[in-house]
């Protein structure tokens, strides 16, 4: 048995009070996520997939559930006309205080950048690097909430010295549970 697990048996004995418990120990069947308060912005989506269809273009779909007892949120999506999926890993970074996350595409990009809450949703910001024959660009991407079971997604673009605004943004909409891990 490793040190660190005959330290912890020793120090929380079968019979220890419930604030020195381990959390597994007070729960009924199996101990419901809590997710990390500073990840909260995100909360919403969790334990859903959520699908929109971009006008004339593909359906895209995500699905998103907690990591590592709600530490992380991922973020599993799927366009259906390209093949194309990725995922995205949401996570709080203490030392800049942000919401970090990291997205990882089925083509062998990644990109990061962060988040964080607003009145109404998710506000990010990131840089995209050289992909392709696309150049490098600066975006602000918005996720505002539409209801319960809905988000809408504006993208504006820094190009040409000022910030345009992507038309016809996604409505994505709430079609169940997200696939258990």
């Known amino acids: 048995m490793p ?11 079968p019979t220890a009070p419930a604030d020195l418990r381990l959390e597994t120990d007070m729960c009924v069947g199996p101990c419901p996520v809590l997710p990390d308060p500073h ?3 995100l909360a919403f989506l969790a334990g859903s997939c959520w699908r929109a269809t971009y006008v004339g273009r593909a359906v895209d779909a995500h699905c998103f559930t907690w990591m590592f007892g709600g530490y992380f949120l991922r973020d599993r999506h799927r366009v259906d006309r390209n093949n194309y ?10 030392a800049t205080r942000m919401i970090r996350w990291d997205y990882y595409s089925s083509d062998g990009f990644l990109n990061s950048g962060t988040a964080s809450g607003t009145d109404r949703g998710v506000a990010f910001a990131y840089r995209s690097p050289r992909i392709r024959n696309y150049p490098p660009a600066a975006w602000r991407v918005a996720w505002r909430r539409d209801g319960p079971d809905a988000y809408v997604v504006t993208t504006r673009r ?6 345009r605004e992507e038309p ?3 409505r994505f909409r709430r ?4 696939p258990a891990d």
């Open 3 to 13: 040190f660190f697990a005959l330290l912890l048996a020793a120090a929380v004995p």
């Open 39 to 41: 990840l909260r912005p």
């Open 85 to 94: 999926a990725g995922e995205t890993i949401y996570r709080w970074d203490p």
């Open 158 to 163: 820094f190009e040409q010295g000022r910030w």
């Open 168 to 170: 016809d943004p996604p």
């Open 175 to 178: 079609i169940g549970p997200a």
